[in-house]
DNA sequence: AATGAATGAGGCTTCATTCAT
DNA sequence: CATGAATGAAGCCTCATTCAT
């Protein structure tokens, strides 16, 4: 029922999220300032002036390619703090596969570079993205540790720490990997490995 | 009379200083990509073809600036080994006093975000960013858990570990300062803290 | 009903030859190096940057230009070979005329003019001049030549001869019309005259 | 009694000269408009700005070189005139000689190339050189074709002639060499003399 | 819905030329 | 006499964006 709209409707429902996808190609290759208009809608097969049906500017699609993210970065907040067993560490180091599962493959680490180098002309974005994305992953964090302290593996000084620190090396990896990685590679699985010993080690030898 | 020089001489020998540190000014305000020559020449105080009797682009212009921070860079990491007694903790704490003043104070996050930005279209200032200062950091930190080892402070399997991952915060603080912090404020000084106890308390938990 | 095309397209197909010809006259005008694409543009009645929908570099207009000419050129040389009868002074006087046809009446001066001052720096076009041009007229006046020996109107000898010299005074005369006729007028019609004479004269002289 | 001027002197009256000087390599390897002072001043060895104590302008510096290179061009007519024996051939053949001597080996060819491609901006110089150079090569053919009427090796009819048609060739020739050379060399050797040839024998064989 | 045509704003860079020593 | 420093004018080119079909 739903594959019965005839072509034409699909194909305009479908073109924001084509464009979307051939901006974030676009920008991960060229980085958002050298982006144009022009390699974007040759990469999405459409032409220039079609972009502007649909968004205004080029932020307009970045910040659409943005929010676009936010659905899926719930859900996996959700998935994260919906496992039910396990200890501290566990739990620590799927939440840190997971964020680096994002952040390696892509569309994460593209905003975050995109924000890094042009945030201060796009405040809202800015704060949406700390909002809808980096907040989440803290707010996870934070149950974890807060769980870890109610089943007595955590110490209650636990509960005061500033929780980015935790998740620093992950974003550090990211970025890295992006800009530094091919003058000096950085083996991802082992690094992500040394991030939760870190975080594990230090926050159970407090107890 | 040692200050008749005549001051078109003078100028002349402090201008590359001058743009450089204009050009500074105008990176961290507007980006590397939005920046112009016009906007530094401004800033300068000089016209925009004065700066071509000094630099032939824009990007060596950036090239200079983030050559022209290295010997401070290098004397910093001779001051951190150089240092005599306390323990690791104490060490660790003074280095990364000192990579945070670096990283809060200027200069260097400059770099970083417009590394992070543009890096991938200036292969050649990456690999000398990271040959020059960041492996700096990595050796001074890899001598400090060396000598921890040494006294015994810090079991012999800390050796084997990327020090990257030890430094991860500070950069994420750097560059969460220049991008979230409006919107999400970071104790600078609380999470430098933090940094050093994770870091700290994870080692020592394992000896 | 066949003119109910959109404005908007027949303009689009005739742009480029539009732009071409408002480019040869600001060349003939103001010489290469000192047209501006603003200059163009106005002489086209369209902006400067819709040039670039059409070329790449003010060179490459002047190869466009260049090329576009070609076919006539072509054209005139098989009109003057395909003519039937008469003897080597009437084909040579025909030929002659037609060359200074094409070099007074303009294109083909304004392209030798743009070459010795600016051949040095595109040699490619140089050789395509010389090739699909140049020879051209070559090859006529060697037909001629060979077909005045074979009549017996001219003798065996003239066959070895550099035909260069028997174009030369066409050239030059076109030249010296750009650059010093203000000066010092020349009688085009007599100068062509005393140039057929001059090659007729000493070719049958020599029989 | 000459050299006992200071050396400062000595140097202050050579400058211009070789000002000039450099500034013919420029024009020659480079072209007029694309030339830079800058390129001149290197060339000279000296700096940018000391052209300007002995020229106002780029063509004022032209200007001066083909203004130093008269004397020697009238002393060139004098020689051709001033010979004294042999038959319109041989006086031909050696003016012809001098002519491609001047044209092949430098300046002569520079002027013209330039004053091609620029003279349109330079009427007076045009006026100039047409007048003190060109109009006296032009005698000199008159002048060699009066004496050849008079000796009765020519017909009277080759009085009313326009000389600049027996001339021709040369300058063909030495704008050949600087455009088409590469892609199609001239021999020289071989032009001049169809080049006299050509003249001669048209010239004799109307008695 | 889609697009080809067109343009204005703005960036980098070059160069002849002036200034002050 | 000579020059290093500095600049304004001007050119080429890119790109986001609007217009008209």
Not at 24 to 48: D, M, N, P, Q, W
Not at 127 to 155: M, W
């Amino acid at each position: 029922m739903k594959n019965t709209l005839p072509p034409r409707k699909r194909r305009k429902d479908a073109r924001p999220a084509e464009i979307i996808a051939a901006a974030l190609e676009e920008f991960e290759v060229r980085g958002f300032g050298r982006s144009t208009l022009a390699g974007i809608a040759k990469r999405a097969g459409i032409s220039r002036t079609t972009i502007y049906l649909y968004f205004d500017t080029k932020e307009a699609i970045f910040e659409a390619a943005i929010r676009s993210s936010v659905e899926r970065a719930i859900d996996d907040v959700a998935e994260i703090a919906g496992s039910a067993e396990g200890d501290f560490g566990t739990f620590f180091a799927r939440a840190v596969d997971l964020i680096y599962d994002r952040l390696v493959e892509g569309k994460a680490a593209v905003f975050m570079k995109i924000l890094v180098a042009e945030g201060q002309f796009m405040p809202d974005l800015v704060a949406f993205y700390r909002r809808e994305i980096l907040s989440k992953g803290e707010a996870a964090i934070g149950a974890l540790i807060a769980r870890g302290i109610k089943t007595g593996e955590l110490p209650e000084s636990c509960r005061s720490e500033d929780v980015r620190v935790f998740m620093a090396p992950a974003i550090f990896a990211a970025l890295w990997l992006r800009v530094f990685d091919k003058v000096d590679p950085l083996d991802i699985e082992a690094f992500k490995q040394a991030h939760v010993r870190l975080v594990v080690d230090a926050l159970r030898g407090r107890a």
